[in-house]
């Protein structure tokens, strides 16, 4: 008595396993269509369909070859899958996380915002203010040398030089030597006017569009942002912007408009920091801690314009780059590693493990009975 198990698949686990794979492909079908929508393939709306439709049909196909026993169709199979995988996660992405992945750049950004603000103290009380005091101290230098030198000699030059370089800073035409030469005695009081004309307009705040003014101005927008209302239960506008966006749970894909809306504040927010920190950091500015002068540095933002992304990054929220980006950085995060997961199990885990399942293997070639003792067509 033959005693072999006949390998054959009941031809019913066949059907469910073929409906299995479909419904994964379809899900796939799907979801990369959106994954693409953004670039308009074809120059059309919809154009992310037809693309999404020919990788599906080549799915569909290498995966039938595939089961037939086609080994090499497996490898097309696999291909296809890998555009798939790539797609589909720039769909469930931006989709599930949107919201959280907002409040947490939310989050970075007011960090950013409130530690530039908390730098204020440095820059009123020993900024301007020893400026002010160093140009008072070249002027007097460069007038002490004119009359000791009864001219305009090397040492009132250097004076000049360090004089110019601090009202720089403040958008102020430099004060330049003329003709003067070292026997010519009006020197003193032709630079004296000079020098005192610009040392009343920084006192004035009268200081032309340098960056001091920028600084300044920018500060004064973001500390409005922030600055307290007087009636204790309402919010400043910044913080406003803050709470809305950490206490609304709608996703882009659920409220698109009003999450658009949000980040369109943050924008405006951002760039009002980066002008005022980039203008703060090209200033210079000193203050002595512990004994040592130490320099103010503020926070930028978007360190390059020219970068691939960004703040707020949520700008580009379902674009490639974006998705990868932030995939990248939040590796340690369960709900990456959970689209990670359900991606793979859709375009991979599903597809081959039914593969494996209902196969044609080598020797196969004709349909035999399944039974569990003889083997009738031996």
Known sequence: MNNKKSTQIPRYLVIIGWLVSLFAFSLGFYHTADGVSYLQPLGLKYGGFILSGLISLMLVLSYARAVSGVKIALVFYIVCALFNFIFNLNSFYPNMNSRKLLQEEAAQIRDTIQHNLSQYPKLVKLGSSLDLEDLKRHRKDCLDEIVKSQGFGASAKLALKSFNDISAKYGIGEIREGSFDLKNKSAAQHFDELMSSVIAQLETGVT???????????????????????????????????????????????????????????????KLNDEMANAVNELKITYNENGKNELVQMRVLNKDNKAELLFPKSKEMGKFNHTMDSVGKRMGKLDTWGILILVLFIDFIVPLGIYMLIRKKDGEDKPKKVSFGRDFNS
């Open 208 to 270: 032309g569009i340098g960056n001091a003014l920028t600084a300044t101005k920018s500060m004064a927008q973001l500390q409005k942002m922030f600055e307290k209302p007087k009636d204790e239960k309402l919010l400043s506008p910044g913080d406003s912007i803050f709470k809305e966006i950490s206490d609304n749970r709608a996703t882009k894909k659920e409220n698109p408009k009003a999450f658009d809306i949000s980040v369109k504040k943050l924008e405006d927010l951002v």
